[in-house]
């Protein structure tokens, strides 16, 4: 069975929302998404955060707002 990491998974979650992902993609993401409380609360985030912009398909997101979200997560894992 595929996995990611949780590096690798910021990578794709645009391409998960965006229902991207080969199936076996999508259900590693699903999975990791479940078992892992950093990356869970990141997807949290991300989809709040995509309502707020008003709810674009996340490939419509703005290369900022994307930036933004993916560092913010990154930082946290570092600290
Ligand atoms: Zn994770």
């Known amino acids: ?5 949780c590096g690798e998974l910021v990578e ?3 391409a998960y929302l965006d ?15 479940a ?4 990356c ?5 985030q991300f ?7 008003g709810a674009p398909p996340p490939e419509k997101l703005s290369d900022r707002t994307r930036d933004r979200l993916m560092s913010a997560f990154r930082n946290r894992r570092q600290s």
């Not at 069975?1 to 990491?5: A, C, E, G, W």
């Open 35 to 38: 078992c892992c409380d950093d």
């Open 19 to 33: 229902h991207a992902l080969d199936e076996p993609s999508h259900v590693a993401v699903e999975t990791h998404l």
């Open 12 to 14: 794709v979650i645009t």
């Open 40 to 44: 869970g609360h990141f997807f949290d």
């Open 1 to 5: 069975m595929k996995r990611f990491t």
């Open 47 to 53: 989809r709040v955060t995509i309502r707020v912009v």
